[in-house]
């Protein structure tokens, strides 16, 4: 079974930055793409970043330029760094993962039990 500790959200002030980090923990499992997504109160959840295995990333066009995706494979860890910050970026922030058992190919996918973000204006 695969779990995911996020950890590094809190209040901060507009032009403010943060790090949320992200473990994946469990045996008997490759982690595949690793990503953050985030949802704000009234709104669906969307994608803010992922990072593929072999470390391509993406971002959503709202965080561009002012956030860096980036992971650990051998301590299964990916972090989120956001600069920049402004209250349109409050949101309960979600670790997700795509995991598959080995010797399976199935992936599962995976959430975290999110880390709340709040940006004062």
């Known amino acids: 079974q695969v779990q995911l500790l996020e950890s590094g959200g809190g209040l901060v002030q507009a032009g403010g930055s943060l790090r949320l980090s992200c473990v994946a923990s469990g045996s008997g499992y490759t982690i595949e793409t690793m990503a953050w997504y985030r949802q704000a109160p009234g709104k669906q959840r969307e994608l803010v970043a992922e990072?593929?295995?072999?470390?391509?990333?993406k971002y959503a066009d709202s965080v561009v330029g002012r956030s860096f995706i980036s992971r650990d494979s051998a301590t299964k860890t990916v972090l989120l760094q956001m600069n920049s910050l402004t209250p349109e970026d409050t949101a309960v922030y979600y670790c997700?993962?795509?995991?598959?058992?080995?010797?399976?190919?199935?992936?599962?996918?995976?959430w975290g039990q999110g880390t709340q973000v709040t940006v004062s204006s």
């Open positions: 997700y993962a795509q995991a598959r058992r080995w010797g399976r190919t199935k992936l599962r996918d995976i």
């Open positions: 990072i593929a295995g072999v470390g391509s990333a």
